[in-house]
């Protein structure tokens, strides 16, 4: 997989300290004697996930699998055609205020909202009040892995790996089964596993964690996966 990356460092100490300035002499919910802990440079690093091969295998597919894959994922497979716009994004951090997580521009303060991710990710299968939650007495990594692939046990215990503190599969092991799979269904279910597992929610370069497969676990309960992607992007956003 690809391991490039962008790490740039961009110096906005003075772009949020006018922002909390300029918020307090308003009155909000700053209290006071609030002191800005933040660095004096932004450190921005973008890395991402070859799709080359993903990009390929939607490409060999047939009329009849891709509307199968709408059917249950609707857009899902756009998401390989976005270009990460990486300016864009040491631009937007520069505006990104912890103290409040949102996005300000002046006296204007912005935040995603789970609206515009409903429209964005056009989760209209999903019911929006449903929201993700990690159940206390969640399968385990394999037996969510069992239910999504169709394998055996023996099968997916052999290719659980371990990264870090997290276990995890990787990429060439779903990539070999999307395309060997005799079961149309979960060909697609794999495949869209790998697309949030290596776009969305990637955490290691060439695999999917084990904390993807326990919100696509839930999707047949019909969860919407909206709060957690806007979560994962607050959780970006304030990592910078």
Request: charged residues 25%.
């Amino acid at each position: 997989m690809e391991k490039g990356f962008l790490d740039r460092v961009e110096d906005n100490t003075t772009v949020r300290t006018w922002a909390e300035m300029t918020q307090r002499e308003k009155g909000d919910s700053l209290v006071e004697g609030y002191v800005l802990e933040l660095w004096d440079f932004t450190r921005v690093s973008v890395t991402q996930n070859n799709l080359q091969e993903l990009k390929e295998i939607w490409d060999q597919w047939n009329n009849e699998v891709k509307q199968l894959l709408f059917s249950n994922y609707r857009d899902l497979p756009y998401l390989l055609d976005i270009k990460v716009d990486k300016r864009l994004f040491l631009a937007l951090a520069q505006f990104w205020n912890p103290a409040y997580s949102c996005f300000t521009f002046g006296n204007i303060n912005l935040v995603p909202t789970i609206e515009e991710y409903v429209a964005l990710l056009r989760c209209l299968k999903t019911l929006v009040d449903k929201v993700y939650s990690k159940a206390v007495n969640a399968p385990t990594f394999l037996k969510r892995l069992m239910n999504i692939t169709g394998m055996s046990e023996q099968w997916v215990t052999a290719r659980i790996k371990q990264k870090g503190d997290s276990k995890c599969i990787p990429w060439k092991i779903l990539k070999d089964l999307i395309l060997a799979h005799p079961d149309a269904r979960k060909k697609i279910n794999v495949f869209a596993l790998s697309i949030y597992g290596l776009v969305v929610f990637r955490k290691t370069l060439g695999y999917v964690d084990e904390v993807v497969t326990d919100l696509f676990d839930q999707f047949e309960k019909r969860v919407t996966p909206v709060s957690a992607s806007l979560a994962e992007t607050f959780r970006s956003l304030s990592a910078c």
